[in-house]
């Protein structure tokens, strides 16, 4: 897929759903779960034990009906690995010039984590696709309004803090999509696909 395509993807459904877990079983459980209820971005962490191993597993079972992507990446050499897997994005929780470069070289979009503005303009001028804005919990909804105004041309997407409660002030304030995690990934299987479904139905409501 391009890049484009990507980018287009994930901002079309507007949530995507961050998988930790213990195992790589346990991990495409829950990202099943997640495309049952309507979401088809899954950023499998680098935190869960053989995460290239998954990353490989689902692209090859689902190809671009799921659009697989690595998280927690915090260096070149683990970004290569996962699209080597075959992860269609890479997230990282900081900003990292290496990875940046990286994934421009190969056209895999790349979404890093910032907290300030500079961090931001920064990430931006080295061809960073996504400020993902980490963590979400220590600003709110009203941080992106504020950072709307000098920078509009930033694509923000946070993660940490987003929940249903809030999703669609988010939204609504200018994020082209959300990372969701805990608040989407735990409990059965059943229980993730109907919380996907409500994230995505907000996700929606805003919009309108």
Known sequence: MRKYEVLRRIEEVGVVAVVRANNSEEAKRIALACMAGGI???????????????????????????????GTVLDSETARVAILAGAKYVVSPCFDLETAKL?????????????TLTEMVRAMEAGTDVIKLF???????????????????????????VDLDNVGQWIKNGCIAVGVGGNLSK??????????????????????
Do not use: W
């Open 40 to 70: 088809d971005s899954i950023e499998i962490a680098f935190t869960v034990p053989g995460a290239h191993k998954v990353i490989e597993a689902l692209s090859e079972e689902f190809g671009d009906k799921l659009l697989v992507g690595a």
């Open 187 to 208: 409990g059965t299987s059943e229980q993730i696909t109907e919380t996907a479904r409500q994230f995505v139905e907000k996700v929606r409501e805003a919009r309108k």
């Open 103 to 115: 994934c421009n070289r190969y056209q895999i979009p790349y979404a890093a984590g910032c907290m």
């Open 135 to 161: 963590p979400g919990s220590a600003f709110g909804p009203s941080f992106v309004a504020a950072v709307k105004g000098p920078l509009p041309q930033a694509v923000i997407m946070p993660t940490g803090g």
